[in-house]
């Protein structure tokens, strides 16, 4: 576990069958926290999935006043 709130992210993809098809969810979590600081769904599992839930948890730790410098994605 990260000593520091931000500081260690986590990631995973995963595969959601429905009746219209797959999604796939990527979600990024702080281990700090044991929250969910960003998240991206789509119907494709191509590289934009990924950055886009970056791109998500660094909108909101920004929102947020804390700095992402430094983190390090698991």
Sequence with gaps: MSKNRGQAP???ITEHRTS???LYLCV???A???RI????IDS???ARLAV???ENAVDARA???MAVAGCVVH
């Design 10 to 12: 986590l990631t995973d």
């Design 20 to 22: 219209e098809g797959k």
């Design 28 to 30: 990024v979590k702080d």
């Design 32 to 34: 700090w926290s044991n």
């Design 37 to 40: 600081v960003g998240y991206s």
């Design 44 to 46: 494709r599992m191509k």
């Design 52 to 54: 886009r839930a970056l």
């Design 63 to 65: 929102a947020a006043g």
